[in-house]
């Protein structure tokens, strides 16, 4: 993953539910995952929106 953008959706391979992040997180990574996504590691505020 890129360390200076977030992926805000992703659509699962075994259900093809589409998965948006939870309120107050910037991306899918922050919401699902075991650990934050890189900017947010790396101690950014959240993910650039481009």
């Given at each position: 993953?890129?360390?200076?953008a977030?992926?805000?959706?992703?659509?699962?391979?075994?259900?093809?539910?589409?998965?948006?992040?939870?309120?107050?997180?910037?991306?899918?990574?922050?919401?699902?995952?075991t650990?934050?996504?890189?900017?947010?590691?790396?101690?950014?505020?959240?993910?650039?929106?481009?």
């Amino acid at each position: 993953m890129p360390t200076d953008a977030c992926q805000w959706f992703y659509e699962c391979k075994g259900c093809g539910l589409l998965l948006k992040p939870k309120a107050g997180d910037c991306c899918v990574y922050c919401s699902y995952g075991t650990v934050p996504c890189p900017p947010i590691q790396q101690g950014s505020s959240c993910c650039r929106a481009d």
